[in-house]
Every structure is written in structure tokens, then in C-alpha cells.
């Protein structure tokens, strides 16, 4: 069975706050994943002083992260975005969008491929 | 209603300048009460001016207690300024503390005197042009740490409206500080300048140095303690709570506190300023590299990615911090198999206080 890096929501209606987890795929969305990776939260925050831009606080355990990525986790298209952010994977979308297909072809995307092809492995 | 008006009230149809004015302050047929002690006084007014030119003779004698000396001064200047302003003919002294009742009923309730405007003006001197920061302001000039910065925020914007030309309310903030007791500023007083000893009650704005109420310390606790064991506020900070500081590292400006033990310790009012002010220099040095740690640890663990529209702010945790049964409060993240804290036994889940 794949295991993915995927997020769970909890929180409250309209308060939503994803775990960053690795689970296996098939299992429910909100059910006791292999590990949590961290947290999400995607209401964006204004800072204390009330100026500068916002933010979405992210808390994530880089090094599992890496690990997990390492052994043939397979991100969601979140949980891409995410690690995307950390520069752990190359990233599937760019934030202009459109664009993505050339810059993508122009730069081979090592991590990426490696990630997906040991996925293909343990697939197999 | 008419007897009253056309009798004692009479006197409030023209209230007296630079007064409160209060109804306590005058007797049942409408008199001001410390006219006619002044008029009582002014018979041995002529020994109290031989006394004063005594008092002036002798620096050495004033030198011990110019603290109380400076208040008396003071007082006596500011009822010179207001005899003069009326002229020889109607002399009033200033307003004793029965003077300040603004309930008749209530003899507990005093006016409080307000900043003025000198005083005002010479905090935002000493903050903006002298460098000195706001607690050192508060300690010399017996104003609290809470109004001093008040002050200079206030004063700043009042500055920036100047600069950009916007009318200022004068005329009202003299109405309203002629009819308020207030906290004069005295320049040539050399306690005013001293940062290590704390002003006389009688020349201090506000006792600066109270000791704020912790609400950790708000329920009633009984600890029993050995009669042999010496309990300080150490321990009783500690039975309190287990984070909170002890009352004498919580108080405003300890160093005055500090100021005095080494003055109780025989060393001279120079001795004392360094000392308290290398002290300050060490604290302040202290913080700054609490501070220049604090940064470094947040900028080793967060990484900050630039979106369109918002930043992502990103925080590397540690999974194992979750412990061994994966509910541990320190982990990250949704506790599996936890309860909900709202959803436990004895919670309240109205709200109890605001804010």
C-alpha cells in the first residue's frame, strides 16, 4: 500500500487546522496516521504589531520529512505545495502557474523523479 | 432651591479662577473655608517670614531633609505665583487635601492631581532629547512607568500634528488644568534629577514603586512551614506559583530599593549613583543578550517563504516530542485518542473574564 504525506483536518467549523501526517492511503483522512509531521494552520495570521504582511504558521519536522520523502512517501498536492516550500521536492505548480510546464522541462527535476520512481518501485 | 442660589450658591456664579471649586471647600453661608484660615494666619504671618529667612540661612540645616525642605519650597512658591496673580487684596492659599473632596458625603474620595504641563514637557525632554528610557524618567520624576510612557506617545503624536499643521484643543487644556489640582515641575530642585533616590511623597506625582497585584497571588493559600525554617518572599512567591518571581523582583523600580541598602551601607549619594547605574548597565546588558539568543534559536529554527499574497512561516519541530504514548501536551499536532479540552470533566465552557 502507498504511504502518503497528506493533511488531516480538525479544528472547528471555520477553524480548520490540518496535521501534516504520513498515513497509509487508503486508510479514513482523520484516522491514527504512521506518524504526524506537524501542523498547518491556513487562516492567515496578521503579526501582533498589526503591520507587515500575514502569515500561515507551518510547524513541520523537517528531518522525518526528508526521511519519509527519502523511503517513497507520496505528497498530496498540498502536502506537495508544502514541501515544495522547504525546497525538500521540486514543486509541482508555480506560484504564476501557466508557466510550470516549460521552466519544469528546462530544469530535470532530480528529487521529484527520484520520489516518484521509487513510489513506482515500491508499487511494483 | 432660590435661597440656596441667591445665598451660598452665590459664590459658584463666578467661580474662583485656578480652583476646584468643590462644595466642600466652602462653609454653609457660602464662604471659602481657607480664606478665613488664611486671614487667621496672616495675623502671624511676620513671625513665619522670620522663619523662613532663618530656614535660609542655614544651608547645612536644610541639606538634611531637602526633600521636605524642597516641598515646602515648592508650596510656598506656588502660593506666591497665586497671590500674585490676584494681587495683595484677596489672598488665598492653595487647596489643603480637605479642599479636594468633590463629595461632600464622601470624605475617603480625593481629587488626584493631574501632570502639568511643564511636567508634561519635561518627561518628553528627557525621554526624546536627553536618551534616558522611561523607567529612569519614572524614578526621578516620581511619575509611574505606565503614565511616563503614555506621556511620550502622546507627546509624539502632539508633535507630528504640529508638523503637519492641525489645530490643538489649548484653550480647553487650560480650562480643564485650571479647574484640576496639579503636580507642579520644579527645575532647580536637584532631587529632580536624581535617578537613585526615590522623591518625597509630598513632590513624587504617584508612589511609583507599588507593588502590582499578581493574579496568581489572588486566592488565599495556607502553607504550613516549620517554625524553623526561614521563609522568604522567595518561598512564598514559589508557593504561589511555581513561575512567579518574588515581590521584590516584581515591584517597578527595585533599584531604588538597591539605592537605599547601599546608602544604608554607609556609601556616599556618588558611590550609590554609579553602583546603581553599573548595576543597570549589567541588567540591561543581561536582556540584550537574552534577546540576541532568543532571536538566534527562532531564526535557526524558522524558515520564512514569501507567497503572493502571505508569508509561510516555517517551524521545525521535533515528532518525538509527542512521548511514547503520542499524547504528550509538548508534541505537535492533533493528539490522537485525547480528549478534547473543552470536553473534560469540570471545564467551564462559558467564558469567565473578557479579553
Same mark, same amino acid.
Given at each position: ?124 | ?126 525621554? *526624546? ?33 504640529? *508638523? ?184 467551564? *465552557? ?6
Amino acid at each position: 500500500m502507498v504511504v502518503r504525506i497528506r493533511l488531516a483536518r480538525f479544528g472547528k467549523r471555520h477553524q480548520p487546522i490540518y496535521n501534516i501526517v504520513v498515513a497509509n492511503a487508503r486508510t479514513a483522512r482523520n484516522s491514527k496516521p504512521l506518524e504526524v509531521l506537524g501542523t498547518y494552520d491556513p487562516i492567515p495570521k496578521q503579526s501582533a504589531s498589526g503591520e507587515g504582511r500575514k502569515y500561515k504558521d507551518i510547524k513541520v519536522d523537517i528531518s522525518r520529512a526528508k526521511y519519509w520523502l527519502g523511503v517513497g512517501a507520496q505528497p498530496s498536492d498540498p502536502a506537495w505545495r508544502l514541501m515544495a516550500m522547504l525546497g525538500l521536492i521540486e514543486p509541482k505548480y508555480r506560484p504564476g502557474g501557466m508557466q510550470q510546464g516549460r521552466e519544469m522541462h528546462e530544469q530535470p527535476i532530480h528529487v521529484q523523479e527520484s520520489v516518484q520512481d521509487r513510489a513506482h518501485v515500491a508499487q511494483a | 432651591m432660590y435661597a440656596w442660589l441667591n445665598g451660598p450658591g452665590q459664590v459658584f456664579h463666578d467661580p474662583l479662577p485656578n480652583s476646584t471649586n468643590y462644595l466642600s471647600a466652602y462653609d454653609k453661608a457660602g464662604r471659602l473655608i481657607r480664606a478665613q484660615d488664611a486671614n487667621e494666619k496672616s495675623r502671624s504671618k511676620a513671625e513665619q517670614d522670620k522663619e523662613e529667612a532663618e530656614n535660609e540661612e542655614d544651608p547645612d540645616a536644610q541639606e538634611a531633609s531637602s526633600e521636605e525642605a524642597d516641598a515646602a519650597r515648592l508650596r510656598r512658591e506656588a502660593r506666591r505665583q497665586e497671590q500674585e496673580s490676584k494681587g495683595d487684596g484677596n489672598k488665598v492659599s492653595s487647596e489643603s487635601m480637605e479642599d479636594l473632596r468633590p463629595f461632600p458625603q464622601n470624605t475617603q474620595f480625593m481629587s488626584q492631581p493631574v501632570l502639568s504641563v511643564e511636567l508634561r514637557d519635561e518627561i518628553f525632554r528627557r525621554v *526624546k532629547d536627553g536618551g534616558l528610557d522611561v523607567r529612569t524618567v519614572s524614578a526621578q520624576l516620581g511619575v509611574a512607568i505606565e503614565r511616563v510612557g503614555a506621556v511620550v506617545r502622546l507627546k509624539t503624536i502632539e508633535e507630528e500634528w504640529i *508638523k503637519q499643521g492641525k489645530k490643538r484643543a489649548t484653550p480647553y487644556q487650560t480650562a480643564i488644568l485650571s479647574m484640576l489640582p496639579t503636580t507642579p515641575f520644579d527645575a532647580t530642585s536637584p532631587i529632580s534629577t536624581s535617578s537613585t533616590r526615590s522623591r518625597a511623597p509630598t513632590l513624587a506625582h504617584e508612589p511609583i514603586n507599588d507593588l502590582p497585584v499578581h493574579p496568581a497571588t489572588r486566592p488565599q493559600l495556607f502553607v504550613p512551614v516549620s517554625e524553623s525554617r526561614v521563609f522568604t518572599r522567595t518561598d512564598a512567591a514559589a508557593a504561589f506559583s511555581a513561575s512567579l518571581l518574588p515581590a521584590h523582583a516584581r515591584i517597578p523600580h527595585p533599584q531604588l530599593v538597591h539605592a537605599e541598602r547601599y546608602r544604608a551601607s554607609g556609601m556616599t549619594d556618588r558611590e550609590v549613583r554609579e553602583r546603581v547605574e553599573e548595576d543597570e548597565r549589567e541588567r540591561e546588558e543581561r536582556e540584550r543578550e537574552r534577546e540576541v539568543r532568543r532571536r538566534e534559536d527562532e531564526a535557526r529554527r524558522m524558515r520564512v517563504v514569501q507567497g503572493r499574497r502571505w508569508d509561510f512561516r516555517f517551524e521545525d519541530v521535533r515528532v518525538e516530542d509527542v512521548g511514547r504514548d503520542g499524547l504528550s501536551e509538548r508534541g505537535v499536532g492533533w493528539r490522537y485518542g485525547a480528549p478534547h479540552d473543552d470536553r473534560k470533566r469540570g471545564k467551564v *465552557k462559558i467564558p469567565t473574564r473578557v479579553g
